[in-house]
């Protein structure tokens, strides 16, 4: 077994429902605990999630290396939450947790194996099943189910559209192959910590975070949405591999797409069930994105697919979704932060436009 330190960083905001389930999953590690450091940022919890905490870390925090609760007043967001948890953390990789994700008892062991065959390998994307939490009581008894996808990472098209890898799906086989994927998800991605590190980027004088921060890996900007969109672009520019490893297995409750789409009524059923503060947070942040880590003559290259979907979005928001619109504002407010950025993301861009390109089907 591999005897390199590992960092578990989990933020939460009032996760009572799940945090248990996400503790002991992590108890339940095979990978050494003497090996494992954990810390926990609760981001201003009003339920009982923190003395959950507290309950749990009287019983097992001592066995592992180190184990750490920072607890906030305000909501900073998850991925700079995550960023936060960064200043705490000595590992040489690094499991980025959510809440509502239990994982697979051997999911650190097998992740340091995959991680440990290749230094360019930056970030690893696990398989993701789905779960219900109110099926757990039956799970104890059965197992997790290992048979509806949740995810197996980010593919992206040339219209620049983004999809979970299986979700969906059942798992018949087909997502057995170890290979390279354009992005890992955000439920359970693990990193190596230098590869996170090497995508921190200053930021302008003018800006100054709610963690009063110099600079940033995460987005700030964010806050919610998309962040593991951008730092898995990132990675790519910057020279990073992202691999997906069907070994190492964790389940998600994802809880804003439980429904699985069959028709035009199902999708709008499930993007009204999505709060309304995600869908804008998604429709600027995904532009963000590309804004900040696609290169011009990549966009230039696939305009007709591009403008093909920017149509066909904006007709549909318009129509059923038109209170997405009131972004706008705030989307050219950011706008030249965001141009600033590119400017230095592009500064240390590894990957060419072509090696890029490949990555869009």
Not at 15 to 29: F, M, P, S
Not at 107 to 120: D, L, Q, T
Not at 181 to 188: D, P, S
Request: proline residues 3%.
């Amino acid at each position: 077994m591999s005897n390199h330190l590992v960092t578990i960083n989990l933020v939460v905001l009032n996760g009572e429902k799940y945090i248990r389930h996400c503790l002991d999953g992590v108890l339940e590690q095979t990978y050494l605990k003497e090996l494992i450091e954990f810390n926990i940022l609760d981001n201003g919890s009003s339920d009982r999630t923190k003395e959950i905490i507290k309950e749990w870390a009287v019983q097992n925090s001592s066995k592992f290396t180190k184990f750490n609760l920072v607890e906030l007043t305000k909501n900073v967001g998850v991925w700079p939450g995550q960023e936060e948890l960064l200043k705490h953390s000595m590992g040489k990789y690094v499991l980025g947790l959510c809440v509502d994700v239990i994982l697979d008892k051997d999911f650190i062991k097998n992740a340091v194996e995959v991680m440990e065959r290749e230094s360019k390998i930056g970030a690893l994307q696990a398989k993701v099943y789905k779960y219900d939490l109110s099926s757990l009581p039956a799970y104890r008894l059965t197992g997790l189910p290992v048979r509806i996808i949740d995810t197996c990472g980010f593919k992206i098209f040339k219209s620049r559209r983004l999809i979970n890898i299986g979700h969906g799906e059942t798992d018949d086989g087909q997502f057995n192959e170890e290979k390279e994927i354009f992005g890992i998800e955000g439920a359970a991605p693990f990193f190596r910590k230098e590869a996170m590190e090497s995508c921190r980027i200053s930021l302008p004088a003018y800006r100054l975070t709610s963690l009063s921060a110099t600079t940033e890996i995460f987005d700030h900007d964010y806050f919610w949405y998309g962040d593991d969109f951008d730092i898995a672009w990132r990675m790519n520019l910057f020279g990073w591999k992202q691999v997906f490893a069907p070994t190492v297995i964790a389940w998600h409750d994802r809880q804003t797409t439980k429904k699985l789409r069959s028709s035009f009524k199902d999708f709008l059923e499930i993007r009204r069930a999505i709060p309304l503060k995600k869908r804008k947070l998604e429709w600027k942040n995904i532009r963000f994105t590309i804004i900040k880590n696609d290169y011009i003559i990549n966009v230039l290259k696939d305009l007709p697919y591009i403008l093909k979907r920017e149509v066909m979005m904006f007709v549909y928001l318009l129509i059923f979704e038109p209170k997405v619109f009131a972004e706008i504002p705030e989307f050219l407010k950011i706008l030249p932060k965001i141009i600033r950025k590119r400017k230095e993301i592009m500064k240390k861009a590894v990957r060419t436009p072509a090696e890029m390109h490949k990555f869009f089907q």
